[in-house]
């Protein structure tokens, strides 16, 4: 029997994969995509967990969408840009996850079957646990957005939802990480494009 793989605080981190402005318009649910990928943000920095983000061609996909951007620039949150489509293939990205020291890579973004998949499928073959909510991915076609997941599946990635991440991530209730989760998982941020 396999051992399964549960999210730990003290070993986690998310990765936000190129959720940009230019992009969002020809994505499949693309508000619900960009309110999960927001909440999951919001969630996990109640656990302190480290949080990378990236941005692919700024120049023709435009910034991180605003309502991201706004709440990673609050919180400290460092954004790479990239010209490649696995965050793995760029070395300063390489560095920051070797220096972050964490086991587990939550992981949200856009598209599923380009920069989120092969982002995945290196973060696998590099030892990583890989935890895709799949709530908070999408491709502008649904097909190719379920066959990754279902790829990614596969391959050894957990596919969770953002709900089930932070709740796994929170682990007791009673706690005040527990009452501030609420608030989030209660109160998502609705987003309009």
């Given at each position: 029997?396999?051992?399964?793989?549960?999210?730990?605080?003290?070993?986690?981190?998310?990765?936000?994969?190129?959720?940009?402005?230019?992009?969002?318009p020809?994505?499949d649910?693309?508000?619900?995509?960009?309110?999960?990928?927001?909440?999951?943000?919001?969630?996990?920095?109640?656990?302190?967990?480290?949080?990378?983000?990236?941005?692919?061609?700024?120049?023709?996909?435009?910034?991180?969408?605003?309502?991201?951007?706004?709440?990673?620039?609050e919180?400290?949150?460092?954004?790479?840009?990239?010209?490649?489509?696995?965050?793995?293939?760029?070395?300063?990205?390489?560095?920051?996850?070797?220096?972050?020291?964490?086991?587990?890579?939550?992981?949200?973004?856009?598209?599923?079957?380009?920069?989120?998949?092969?982002?995945?499928?290196?973060?696998?073959?590099?030892?990583?646990?890989?935890?895709?909510?799949?709530?908070?991915?999408?491709?502008?076609?649904?097909?190719?957005?379920?066959?990754?997941?279902?790829?990614?599946?596969?391959?050894?990635?957990?596919?969770?939802?953002?709900?089930?991440?932070?709740?796994?991530?929170?682990r007791?209730?009673?706690?005040?990480?527990?009452?501030?989760?609420?608030?989030?998982?209660?109160?998502?941020?609705?987003?309009?494009l």
């Amino acid at each position: 029997m396999l051992n399964a793989m549960k999210l730990d605080a003290d070993r986690a981190m998310l990765l936000v994969i190129d959720v940009q402005t230019k992009l969002l318009p020809h994505i499949d649910q693309a508000a619900e995509t960009l309110s999960a990928a927001v909440q999951l943000v919001r969630g996990t920095r109640i656990f302190e967990l480290p949080v990378l983000a990236t941005v692919q061609y700024v120049k023709g996909l435009g910034a991180t969408h605003p309502a991201l951007d706004r709440l990673l620039t609050e919180n400290g949150i460092e954004t790479f840009e990239k010209a490649c489509f696995s965050t793995c293939d760029d070395e300063g990205l390489r560095e920051k996850l070797r220096q972050m020291d964490r086991s587990q890579i939550i992981v949200t973004g856009i598209e599923a079957h380009v920069c989120v998949q092969q982002s995945v499928l290196d973060l696998l073959s590099m030892d990583y646990q890989v935890f895709v909510c799949a709530d908070a991915v999408s491709s502008r076609r649904p097909l190719d957005r379920e066959t990754a997941l279902t790829r990614m599946r596969a391959d050894g990635a957990a596919v969770t939802t953002v709900e089930a991440a932070l709740f796994e991530l929170c682990r007791f209730s009673g706690t005040e990480q527990f009452r501030q989760l609420l608030e989030v998982v209660k109160d998502p941020e609705k987003i309009t494009l």
